[in-house]
């Protein structure tokens, strides 16, 4: 069975011509090849320097189709993507005359004309992806709109969460992140993790305000002196425009911050893996990130917010913390619970992973999609 796959993720061409995509997109496109025999990646080619965390197919059994980069939040930009709308149709239409079932991953803002290009013209089998927060209360127009359009599909659409009123057609799925021997090598990671008394925090994700990064920082520096010195070290990876503000936030905070820029999974795995706390106090449009689920599977124990699905994967209490509130002074107070937790009750935090961790595994993923979506 043939597949193509409809994105708006970014591909670069290294300089020995071979092509890379965002990580964890690639690593779960790479897994799907388990199912399906051919795999057509229809997504963006951009002229620019991959970052570390870019990778490679694993396979010549899937195809890279580049279609122009389009997209963004200015005028020019709207502008340029519908201007380059029928030249992307056209190469989705000959990708889709070569597989058997497609899957267009939203939301997008190629999804705005593709969504409907799809389901008033397209006859063969396919299936919708809605990585972004399906109940948000007030989602950007371009969101709104492919929410509203994939709500009156025929067609499946996996959604983060479950909800009220949430269509039959809709079926909850959890992003895949994970593969059998990285749920061993979690095992391994938390048999050497106890309550010490500095810990380590880590961050992953776009340097920006949204993702709560600031946040983050001013809470840190806030501390009391007596919270601050049961602080090992702070590990930020990723990168933004903002960056060189936020480095200046942490300056004679009395708190060690590193910023490592974007790294390679591996690496990524390794900071996991000496981390205690995994921090994403997120304010931004949010499905349910791969980053908590990367970061729990290696012992680090979620303090995130209650944003779109993760509260229902993230319990308060039981096997992390859920900011009620998304303020400075809120998250002061959570750290601080942190900082002071005994070793009884950071231990039962840390081990209550098990009971989630299974769904966010490549096998789990690929057994739903041949039972759930395929048949």
């Given at each position: 069975m043939k597949l193509a796959i409809i994105s708006h993720t970014e591909h670069y061409r290294a300089p020995d011509g071979n092509i890379l995509g965002w990580g964890p997109t690639i690593t779960e496109?790479?897994?799907?090849?388990?199912?399906?025999?051919?795999?057509?990646?229809?997504?963006?080619?951009?002229?620019?320097?991959?970052?570390?965390?870019?990778?490679?197919?694993?396979?010549?059994?899937?195809?890279?189709?580049?279609?122009?980069?389009?997209?963004?939040?200015?005028?020019?930009?709207?502008?340029?993507?519908?201007?380059?709308?029928?030249?992307?149709?056209?190469?989705?239409?000959?990708?889709?005359?070569?597989?058997?079932?497609?899957?267009?991953?939203?939301?997008?803002?190629?999804?705005?004309?593709?969504?409907?290009?799809?389901?008033?013209?397209?006859?063969?089998?396919?299936?919708?992806?809605?990585?972004?927060?399906?109940?948000?209360?007030?989602?950007?127009?371009?969101?709104?709109?492919?929410?509203?359009?994939?709500?009156?599909?025929?067609?499946?659409?996996?959604?983060?969460?479950?909800?009220?009123?949430?269509?039959?057609?809709?079926?909850?799925?959890?992003?895949?992140?994970?593969?059998?021997?990285?749920?061993?090598?979690?095992?391994?990671?938390?048999?050497?993790?106890?309550?010490?008394?500095?810990?380590?925090?880590?961050?992953?994700?776009?340097?920006?305000?949204?993702?709560?990064?600031?946040?983050?920082?001013?809470?840190?520096?806030?501390?009391?002196?007596?919270?601050?010195?049961?602080?090992?070290?702070?590990?930020?990876?990723?990168?933004?425009?903002?960056?060189?503000?936020?480095?200046k936030l942490t300056k004679n905070s009395g708190v060690k911050f590193h910023f490592h820029g974007f790294l390679p999974r591996n690496q990524v795995f390794d900071v996991y893996k000496k981390a205690n706390v995994f921090l994403l106090p997120s304010s931004a449009s949010e499905g349910f990130p791969k980053v908590i689920a990367e970061a729990i599977n290696f012992g680090c124990i979620p303090l995130v917010s209650n944003v779109s699905s993760i509260a229902q994967y993230v319990r308060h209490g039981k096997n992390g913390i859920v900011l009620d509130s998304l303020t400075i002074n809120n998250l002061n107070k959570e750290l601080k619970k942190v900082l002071n937790l005994s070793r009884i009750e950071y231990n039962h935090l840390l081990r209550a992973r098990k009971e989630l961790i299974h769904k966010f595994t490549f096998e789990y993923y690929n057994n739903r999609i041949k039972n759930d979506i395929l048949k």
């Open positions: 496109i790479n897994h799907l090849l388990d199912i399906f025999d051919e795999i057509y990646h229809v997504a963006m080619l951009y002229d620019k320097v991959a970052p570390p965390s870019a990778l490679p197919y694993v396979s010549n059994r899937i195809t890279f189709v580049p279609i122009p980069a389009v997209g963004g939040k200015s005028i020019s930009s709207k502008i340029n993507s519908i201007r380059n709308a029928p030249k992307i149709i056209s190469i989705v239409s000959n990708t889709l005359k070569k597989i058997d079932v497609f899957q267009l991953r939203a939301p997008t803002g190629i999804g705005v004309f593709l969504i409907p290009y799809l389901t008033l013209f397209i006859k063969k089998k396919g299936w919708f992806k809605y990585a972004g927060n399906w109940n948000q209360s007030q989602p950007p127009l371009g969101y709104a709109i492919q929410r509203f359009m994939l709500k009156q599909q025929s067609r499946k659409v996996t959604i983060n969460g479950q909800w009220e009123m949430q269509p039959k057609h809709c079926i909850t799925f959890e992003n895949p992140c994970l593969t059998e021997k990285n749920l061993i090598e979690g095992d391994l990671a938390i048999e050497h993790k106890s309550k010490e008394d500095k810990l380590i925090f880590c961050f992953v994700g776009r340097l920006e305000r949204q993702k709560g990064v600031e946040r983050i920082i001013k809470a840190f520096n806030n501390l009391e002196e007596s919270d601050k010195n049961k602080i090992n070290e702070v590990h930020f990876i990723g990168d933004g425009e903002e960056k060189e503000y936020f480095i």
